[in-house]
């Protein structure tokens, strides 16, 4: 089992940057494509970035598509998110998990869910 802590939300204002950490337990991390999500106030969680084990394949969500770039360290078993460019709609719950296989945008092909980082833009 991976357990997941995610770092490095806070308040922003629009047009700045954060850089989001998830920081993995477990000998395993490296074998697994991991992915970040998002639950907006009232909204459904949405799926954000995601990045194969070894960094090769990426998927981005249409409306973080050049400004989020999402990359990860295998020997210091973290993932991380760096968004540019924020806007008031990136103001969210952010999650990072865990995947078997390539990279998916599919929430259900996910497990080992972090607790979550709040990030909040500021117009």
């Known amino acids: 089992q991976v357990q997941l802590v995610e770092s490095g939300g806070g308040l922003v204002q629009a047009g700045g940057s954060l850089r989001l950490s998830c920081a993995a337990s477990?000998?395993?991390?490296?074998?697994?494509?991991m992915g970040w999500f998002r639950r907006a106030p009232g909204k459904e969680r949405e799926f954000v970035a995601a990045?194969?084990?070894?960094?090769?394949?990426?998927l981005y969500a249409h409306p973080v598509k050049g400004r989020f770039t999402i990359s990860r360290d295998n020997a210091k078993h973290t993932v991380y998110l760096q968004m540019n460019s924020l806007i008031p709609e990136d103001t969210a719950a952010y999650y990072c998990?865990?995947?078997?296989?390539?990279?998916?945008?599919?929430?259900?092909?996910?497990?080992?869910w972090g607790q979550g980082t709040q990030v909040t833009v500021s117009s």
């Open positions: 477990g000998r395993t991390f490296s074998s697994y494509a």
């Open positions: 998990a865990t995947a078997p296989g390539f990279p998916t945008s599919h929430q259900g092909d996910y497990f080992n």
């Open positions: 990045m194969s084990w070894n960094g090769g394949r990426t």
